[in-house]
């Protein structure tokens, strides 16, 4: 069949220009292209672009391929380096449906020996957007994938003071041993940071179906972190599952990292393996160290609410005391130094007050920067021979800036100590409540290096009630108020200790020289009404069969100071004793114990007064005649049973 002249004629005339197109690139190539295109992006970037060496096109629908010798691409002015990036050649996949509907799509990208400065502006411009005030978000180009055969990479934030240069070579031989190692140091958000590492050949920057192989270890400021596994989309992060290991000096050293407040520790290191999927993040199975206790567990965060939210289940096999400090606002390790006083410096011209309660303030500015749901399980504690604990089970609540430990559950001296405590960080000072149960709790066991805990039987039982505000503990506790009560109902107690309490000369002799027995303890009652940090006692009294003891004063929370007399009542005739009110003052750190030094004088001069009259009446100013009495034990430890429950309140938990 013979096509008709006119069908000829206008068939001719559209494929004209593509023979002649054909043809004129078969003569001059594709470097035509260059000027137009330089020009173009001049135009529209306000920045240069410069190919320099051969340009050349396969063509191919949807994806032509497109390459370029010698490229440069010039920087904005405000930049520090001259070119956002220059390669000995560019070759590139241009995804024409998405040019057509003017985005920039480049599927597959390869730089040869590339130099990429990236850089973002103190006021928000960065240096890969291309519209001319470098600030519109759409205006970049979409990389998917993005191969790099040797080269030097670059990225500075001023806001952020952050500098990162990296070095990357090629690795192994042929396509399938092919990859690239690299290596970083510089500084991030003012930490100095080095990395090392190495991955796949080609970077899955959104390809979400192809997983990344990577191995790194690098270090930021005092944290050092070793990963080795696969990462889907460099720049999502769709997916992640690598094995992670963790070493710093604090875990608070976190929060620059992932923006989620940690407490203050000692130096830590875990092991496990981290997962990530949609808004979820998982290490699982991790273990390690933090201070001198080992710890291991699971912890999640999800990221897809108002802030992320984290469970952690952590348990601890052996869980030194000393690492309990952030619990209560110590420094991390203080527990113990707590009880001893801190030396004073040679130098200093005035004496310094050694603090015993702790006084590190909490970071509430942090609070609001995760929600959280942790328990931690221990069953034993290294170093608590002062303080015998075991069995912890403690629960931290962290919502809306608002801290929960309930339960604070201790075994304490084969007793129990359970504790519910608040801190609302939404208010400026830190608002606290904290109850605490004391029940059970061994004497002998609870104070096992001293002369109470070797020669003493009996169960403690307590409740506190205190509410205060403040940034750390101690300012919380000198502005408390509330209700602190002990009771030790029955026992036995050494009557050596007893008549030293009484000052009974004789008697104390007696016994040295006989040796010391136990006597009944009948109760022990201590009742303190708390007002802006100051203990005012309202019962405070110890009964045994040959002593009773009944105290006032106070002790100011605040100064961390003792002002507290014990005045005793023998229930028997003592031949010698002196008969003197017993002071406890000082402070927390340093307590002093004294007697009434003019009391105790008096005596001694009427003894020797009487004793040039007759050596036998000296005896009479010593004497403690007593008889005391018994005190009412049923009805002390009632009353102070019932004092929680003053103003209608429940006791504590």
Not at 301 to 325: F, H, N
Request: hydrophobic residues 45%; proline residues 6%.
């Amino acid at each position: 069949m013979t096509l008709p002249r006119s069908l000829k004629w206008i068939a001719g005339v559209l494929l004209a220009p593509v023979v002649l197109a054909a043809l004129f690139i078969a003569i001059f190539g594709w470097n035509w292209l260059r000027g137009p295109i330089e020009r173009m992006t001049t135009e529209r970037t306000g920045r240069v672009l410069a190919i320099n060496g051969d340009l050349t096109v396969k063509f191919g629908w949807p994806l032509p391929h497109i390459r370029a010798a010698a490229v440069s691409f010039a920087n904005p002015a405000w930049a520090r380096e001259k070119h956002m990036l220059t390669a000995d050649a560019v070759d590139v996949t241009l995804h024409l449906p998405q040019l057509l509907a003017r985005n920039i799509v480049l599927p597959e990208v390869s730089l040869e020996r590339p130099v990429v400065f990236l850089e973002q502006a103190a006021d928000g411009r960065r240096n890969w957007l291309l519209d001319l005030e470098q600030k519109d978000e759409s205006a970049r180009v979409r990389i998917d994938r993005l191969s790099l055969d040797r080269g030097r990479l670059g990225y500075d934030d001023v806001a952020q003071k952050t500098s990162i240069r990296a070095e990357l070579s090629t690795t192994g031989a042929g396509p399938a041993a092919a990859g690239v190692s690299f290596s970083a140091q510089g500084q991030y958000k003012g930490m100095p940071l080095k990395a090392s590492g190495k991955g796949g050949p080609v970077l899955g920057l959104r390809d979400e179906d192809t997983a990344y192989p990577l191995q790194t270890e690098f270090t930021v400021g005092h944290t050092a972190v070793k990963a080795a596994g696969t990462i889907t989309s460099l720049l999502k992060f769709s997916a992640v599952d690598m094995r992670l290991a963790v070493r710093g000096d604090s875990l608070a050293q976190l929060f620059p990292l992932l923006g989620i407040a940690f407490p203050e520790t000692r130096a830590y290191a875990t092991d496990g393996h981290l997962l990530h999927q949609a808004n979820s993040w998982r290490y699982e199975e991790f273990s390690g160290r933090i201070g001198g206790s080992d710890i291991a567990g699971s912890l999640q965060v999800d990221t897809g609410g108002k802030r992320p939210a984290m469970k952690a289940e952590l348990v601890s096999k052996v869980l030194d005391i000393a690492d309990l400090g952030p619990l209560i606002g110590a420094k991390p390790g203080s527990v113990q130094a707590a009880k001893q006083a801190a030396p004073v410096p040679a130098t200093a011209p005035t004496p310094v007050l050694a603090r015993v309660l702790p006084d590190m303030p909490f970071k509430t500015d942090r609070w609001d920067s995760v929600d959280a749901e942790v328990t931690l399980k221990a069953k034993t504690f290294r170093h608590a021979r002062e303080l015998p604990l075991e069995d912890l089970v403690a629960h931290l609540s962290l919502r809306d800036s608002v801290l929960k430990l309930d339960p604070l559950d201790f075994g304490v001296a084969g007793g129990q100590l359970n504790a519910v405590i608040s801190l609302d960080g939404r208010s400026d000072p830190i608002q606290a409540h904290a109850r605490i149960k004391a029940r059970k709790i061994q004497l002998a066991k609870l104070f096992p290096t001293s002369e109470l805990g070797k020669s003493s039987i009996g169960q403690l039982n307590g409740d506190f009630d205190l509410k205060g505000q403040g940034s750390s503990v101690r300012r919380m506790l000198a502005s408390s108020g509330g209700k602190v009560d002990l009771v030790v109902a029955g026992g036995k107690i050494s009557k050596l200790m007893m008549e030293k309490a009484g000052l009974h000369l004789w008697e104390i002799l007696e016994l040295k020289m006989a040796g010391d027995r136990l006597v009944t303890l009948r109760c022990a009652v201590a009742g303190f009404d708390v007002k802006q940090g100051n203990m005012q006692a309202n019962a405070l009294i110890f009964d045994t069969e040959v002593t009773t003891i009944i105290g006032t004063g106070s002790i100011d929370l605040g100064d961390e100071k003792l002002d507290l007399t014990l005045n005793q009542k023998t229930k028997y005739t003592s031949p010698v004793a002196l008969r003197s009110p017993i002071y406890v003052r000082g402070s927390f750190a340093k307590p002093a114990v004294s007697v009434d030094k003019g009391q105790v004088a008096v005596r001694a001069i009427g003894a020797l007064a009487l004793g040039l009259v007759n050596p036998l009446l000296a005896l009479i100013p010593l004497i403690d005649a007593g008889p005391g009495k018994d005190s009412d034990c049923g009805e002390l430890v009632r009353d102070a049973r019932a004092l929680p429950r003053a103003n209608g309140k429940k006791p504590g938990p």
